[in-house]
């Protein structure tokens, strides 16, 4: 798109995703578009504030290709945050806001960030983070000012700007992922990328009338992000209620009052859920949870189905590198127990080690599509090991049925090798939570001198729930095969749990 400012023309991308924002409030207009805390914020409002915070940013100094951390809690300044950035031609990075100091330090210096936009909360961590970060030149935060920080309403008395020019294949977030094995990495989408993404997800999901959202998700990780990417390609006007992080309670009164339709949510959160009471609450209006981020339970998936009558688990799956996505269920004809089929667009094959599933039909999921990430941030070596011949290579284990429906089995590293056979931690994981006191159950592998690898169970109890660990043991052994089932089952107050609610597996293995 060309457009034209005083005597510049400027050239926006056809995939810009700022100009996808743009596009998305001149087709649907202004109306009640996100609930957060007790009230309805306007889309016009939103869509001004971020036309005058991106001319604030560039008068402070924020350049074109500028990497900017935004570390927040759930609010509405997040993602006008975000949209501000795109439009002001930097890219973002998103950092979860429960990151201790050293690993945004981590993140603040190896994206060479400009600049973060924080809340108040979290100055402290940031300031402690930014200490040796040369690079970093501004502290934004969102209703402070102090010495040393920038009030980031403040900007918002620039005058507003067009989208500042930026090309399809350049840099719009900048994600950190993979830090629960070693440091974090950046995995480096351009705006095609996410976009293509998003429109692909867009196709794959679309239910006519279900226009009425919660989100509980973290809008700073992939499935947060893309979830945002996907209403601005939304065909209808959707109303969104946003949390500023997941409660129990506080989602089931929200699902409640506000009539909503529809919930992106991770496994962990679901079977949190199972723990309430469910029936206390009129959930009639919810018609669809749309799982991802980590493979859900059976087991939980069929329990959310029959204590609320109506719902519809649609699990999809995908990672940070592939834009978020690979693949959902279809509304349509959604199979339990499997991701769906691939989005459109996305070519998905299986690798067993000869270019094909092996003899069991498994192999690791490789994917090829224009969502794809450009590669990791200054790691040419590792990216060259994960995109080979154009395929990003998951490291996921899968295996499509005769329908064509993706399952994911486990993750390649988190393989457990005992005495020689294969025991992939979820078979044990979605065995566990059958047993009616298991709420949640992480299952790790330790070394042992005879069988090489020992299993490990930890499990969360439902509460007020009883049972002995030794009962758990023979519990197992009777529904897992000999080699299999965990010698070792122990009880936490709390399975450990990643910011964005998957199992902490890294955290567990300190505990083996």
Known sequence: MIRTKGTHTVTVGAHNLARLTEAAF??????????????????????ERTRRLAGGLVELGIQPGDRV???MANCPEVVISYIALWRAGAAITPAIFLLPPDELRHVLADSEARAIVTTPEFLGTVRAAAEGVDTLKFI??????????IRLESLEDADPIDIVSRADDDLAALMYTGGTTG?????MLS???????????????FIPGLNRTLVPLPLAHSFGLIVTIVGAHGRERNQSALMRWFDPVGFLTLVQELGIQRTPMVPSMIQILLTQPLEDYDLSTWKVINSGASPLPLDAAQEIERRVPGVKILEGYGCTESGAVISVQPHAAPKLGTVGKPLPGYEVRLDGGDGGP???????????AKGVMQGYWKSPDVTAETIVDGWLHTGDIGKFDEDGYLSIVDRKKDLIIRGGFNVFPRDIEDAMVEHPAVALCGVVGRPDPKYGEEVVAYVQLVPGSEVSEPD???????????????REVHILEGVPLTPVGKIDRKRLRTLS
């Open 183 to 187: 440091r974090a990495k950046g995995v």
């Open 26 to 47: 001149e087709r649907h207009g202004d109306y009640e578009s996100t609930y957060f805390e007790g009230q309805w914020l306007r889309s016009g409002d939103s869509f």
């Open 69 to 71: 951390v935004v570390m």
């Open 358 to 368: 092996d003899a069991e039909g498994l192999g690791e999921v490789i994917v090829r």
């Open 140 to 149: 934004l935060v969102a209703g402070q000012e102090e010495d040393g920080v």
């Open 472 to 486: 758990l043991v023979a519990w197992a052994k009777q529904r897992l095969g000999g080699y299999k089932y965990p």
């Open 191 to 205: 705006h095609e990328n996410l976009w293509y993404c998003g429109k692909a997800s867009e196709e794959a999901s």
